[in-house]
């Protein structure tokens, strides 16, 4: 499973887009990149998972380059209720059953 | 309503007495875990099972044990609770199956062995 670097908090202000970049230089041909969300003394909930190129959901965007070495989690508009604790995932068929959780972008939205 | 549901949500006991927490999703997924949170050192994985009588240990699982006899349930069993068992507990599931797929977790359950 590839290791993931992403920053360890950030701070924005309420309807500002984030874009939160994780690395995965090792990150290899089978493996997708997923990002989870977890709120303070919850379960992480699944944000969006992507291979390629762009993905976008109701949620959130992923950007993801044509060398797959880093990743982009953008979040239009955020608002209060989005600060928390993100985390960048990598991997394949494995990583279905056996996630590894970085030390995840503490995410804190002002008002 | 696609959930997976962990009981109990809190617990306090004392060392040594036997305990269970139970786990059950009911999205017929395959695979289950078990997580352990704890300031400073993350999301750890206790235990996995891939499929019915299938288990298969994590990254930290001393101390702890599983049982998978429905497909449904995953049981987290702890024989000799010890206060470094302390911890936030998450069981999660997924259907697998040949790429990455969507991991659903449950609501936690924060242990505190005395």
């Known amino acids: 499973l590839a290791k993931t670097t992403q920053p360890i908090s950030m701070d924005s202000y309420e309807g500002q887009e984030v874009n939160i970049t994780c690395s995965h230089n090792?990150?290899?041909?089978?493996?997708?990149i997923t990002w989870y969300q977890q709120f303070p003394s919850q379960g992480p909930r699944f944000i969006i998972q992507g291979y390629k190129t762009k993905v976008t959901n109701e949620v959130a965007s992923l950007f993801i380059p044509a060398d797959r070495k880093s990743s982009t989690l953008s979040l239009p508009r955020v608002s209060l209720s989005d600060t928390a604790v993100y985390y960048c995932?990598?991997?394949?068929?494995?990583?279905?059953?056996?996630?590894?959780f970085g030390s995840g972008t503490r995410l804190l939205v002002r008002p | 309503e696609a959930q997976v549901t962990q009981n109990p949500r809190y617990l306090i006991t004392v060392t040594g007495k036997k305990l269970t927490v139970t786990c059950s999703q009911n999205?017929?997924?395959?695979?289950m875990s078990w997580y352990r949170q704890d300031p400073g050192l993350g999301l750890r994985q206790i235990y996995y099972s891939m499929n019915v009588e299938v288990t298969d240990k994590g990254d930290v699982p001393e101390g702890y044990k599983v049982s998978r006899k429905e497909k449904r349930n995953f049981p987290l069993i702890l024989e000799s609770p010890s206060p470094n068992q302390t911890s936030l507990y998450f069981c999660a599931s997924s259907f697998g199956r040949g790429r990455a797929t969507e991991a659903f977790f449950g609501q936690g359950t924060r242990l505190t062995v005395v």
């Open positions: 090792n990150i290899a041909t089978n493996d997708y």
């Open positions: 999205m017929n997924h395959e695979y």
């Open positions: 995932l990598v991997g394949g068929e494995d990583s279905s059953y056996k996630l590894i």
